[in-house]
Nanobody
Framework: QVQLVESGGGLVQAGGSLRLSCAASGRIISINYMGWYRQAPGKQRELVATITNSGSTNYADSVKGRFTVSRDNAKNTVYLQMNSLKPEDTAVYYC??????????????WGQGTQVTVSS
């Protein structure tokens, strides 16, 4: 069974920084893309940033220049460094990964979510 476990959320003042981590574990053969999504109260879940296994990245316009996504393939872990945080970044952040497991099936997996709250 494959699991994604996130950590690093919390409360921070506007202008501050946080670093999220997400580790994948279980019977994994390979991981294609990994990324982060977020969902604010009353809003739909939206893409924040993704990174492929070769290191290509993609960002939402709202976080470009402030957030950086990276991954450690040896540890099956993806990170999200969030700088210059704004109150509108407040949301539950979810890790997402496309994983080939030992059942030889590619599936999208989600973490349980971690709360990020930015105070003004």
């Amino acid at each position: 069974q494959v699991q994604l476990v996130e950590s690093g959320g919390g409360l921070v003042q506007a202008g501050g920084s946080l670093r999220l981590s997400c580790a994948a574990s279980g019977r994994i053969i390979s991981i294609n893309y990994m990324g982060w999504y977020r969902q604010a109260p009353g809003k739909q879940r939206e893409l924040v940033a993704t990174i492929t296994n070769s290191g290509s990245t993609n960002y939402a316009d709202s976080v470009k220049g402030r957030f950086t996504v990276s991954r450690d393939n040896a540890k099956n872990t993806v990170y999200l460094q969030m700088n210059s945080l704004k109150p509108e970044d407040t949301a539950v952040y979810y890790c997402n990964a496309d994983i080939l497991a030992y059942n030889l099936r590619n599936s999208a997996y989600w973490g349980q979510g971690t709360q990020v709250t930015v105070s003004s």
